[in-house]
């Protein structure tokens, strides 16, 4: 029983779970952004993109296996508590699971997911140690929330049944077209509008912005030294909050939501990255960045709220906030770095 205890907590420190919760937030926030509600599709994007997720956390303790050895030698890895073939099998499997579920929304939604599978697995294994690092993983975070756009604005699929041929009957008389009045045709009774993932396209940017400041303090974590990186990522911080805070666009699905609202959540979301990467700056030990790091993460789901709220999905953002305190509880227990 102990055995696999500890077992078990090898996987979780691979997978970094305590950094999950900040996952299924990207495709709620890209559902709200691009004006659709959450429905199956939604789950889909869901799904795949936890399992993407995972499927970079093993994929990268396999890539960084022989300097987590020297570094980080409590890591499963080069502790031997999981071997390298295993990390590597998951990697791979989940991100099959990963595409499959993706192709259940849609092909467009399986499209995005190539691509971000694609940008995980090169960061990875070749872009992660060079000057495009941090790009990378805000492009793959920025492509997470627009395929919960993509999957959520994706018509179902519908059969069509063959039918039997009916006998001919004299043609009704038709109805005079009414005159165009210069809006187009008139869409029919009962007609669902839908969203467009491109409207999510300012909420993408604006979480690959954070991604990108938290990728690029995370390059300093094992050594510290570094006063102006976090500096740098505190500014950017500062400036995804003012943009996120903005009033409700016009297109709004939700005209009910109060323009308050992103105001409010924004500061919540800045809250804790900004304390903790000025601690870093004035004392850049590895444990001071390591702390910014983990806080930046976290902050993930209060910014996903923000965007929500700013996009006219209250129920989304409160949702959202939930999970906070859960991912702090979680953290404590496993690092989400």
Sequence with gaps: MKRRAGRARA??????????LSVPGDALAGAAAAGARPGPGTLCAIGSSLCLYEAGMALNDWADRAEDAAERPH????????????????????????LALAARAGRPALTVATAL???????DLGLKHTPAGPAT??????????????????PPTRTTLPTRTAPTTPAAPTTPAAPDNGRGPTPPAGAALRGSPV?????ALLLG????????????????????????????????AAAASGAVPSGSPDRRTPALLPSLLAPAYARTPVTLL????????????????????????????????????????????????????????????
Excluded: C
């Design 209 to 240: 912005a954070h991604t990108y400041a938290v990728t690029a303090v995370s390059r300093h974590e094992t050594h510290g030294g570094s006063s102006r990186t976090p500096l740098a990522a505190l500014a950017l911080t500062l400036a995804v």
């Design 75 to 98: 890591r499963p890895l080069p502790s031997g508590r999981i071997t390298p073939a295993a990390a590597l099998t998951a990697s791979a499997a989940l991100t099959a699971a990963g």
């Design 278 to 337: 000025l601690h870093a700056a004035l004392n850049p030990s590895p444990a001071l960045t390591e702390r910014a790091v983990g806080g930046g993460i976290r902050a993930t789901i209060p910014l996903q709220a923000t965007l929500a709220a700013r996009a006219g999905s209250p129920g989304t953002a409160l949702a959202l906030l939930g999970l906070a305190p859960a991912a702090r509880a979680l953290a404590r227990k496993v690092s989400p770095t």
């Design 137 to 154: 993983m805000a492009t793959a975070r920025a492509l997470d929330l627009l395929l919960g756009a993509t999957a959520s604005t994706t």
């Design 199 to 203: 409207r999510a396209l300012p909420s």
């Design 117 to 123: 599978a694609t940008t995980v697995w090169a960061y």
């Design 11 to 20: 996987w979780a420190e691979l997978l970094r779970v305590s950094a999950l």
